[in-house]
């Protein structure tokens, strides 16, 4: 079973920046779609933003035009820059990879932003 890697979370101010980076554990084959998704305290995991193998990537309303996803699929490594953060973006991020060979979870990694 692969792994994913997540790093970069942590605690930030309204306004401040983050960037989070996802890392599978060994080259994956047939990576259909990197994506992030966002899970707030005693809410739903909810997708962030995606990118697919293409390159082609989707985003969350409510981080259209602050947060940007980016992807290796050569290294199986995604990115999601967030920028002019907000105290509604805090929860824990988590990336997934959807393969031909099935779907694969990081961890997670947790984002507060203060007010």
């Known amino acids: 079973q692969v792994q994913l890697v997540e790093s970069g979370g942590g605690l930030v101010q309204a306004g401040g920046s983050l960037r989070l980076s996802c890392a599978a554990s060994e080259n994956i084959f047939g990576i259909i779609v990197m994506d992030w998704y966002r899970q707030a305290p005693g809410k739903q995991r909810d997708l962030v933003a995606a990118?697919?193998?293409?390159?082609?990537?989707n985003y969350a309303d409510s981080v259209k035009g602050r947060f940007t996803i980016s992807g290796d699929n050569a290294k199986s490594t995604v990115y999601l820059q967030m920028n002019s953060l907000k105290p509604e973006d805090t929860g824990d991020y988590y990336c997934h990879f959807r393969t031909v060979r099935g779907n694969s979870w990081g961890q997670g990694t947790q984002v507060t932003v203060s007010s």
């Open positions: 990118i697919t193998s293409g390159g082609r990537t």
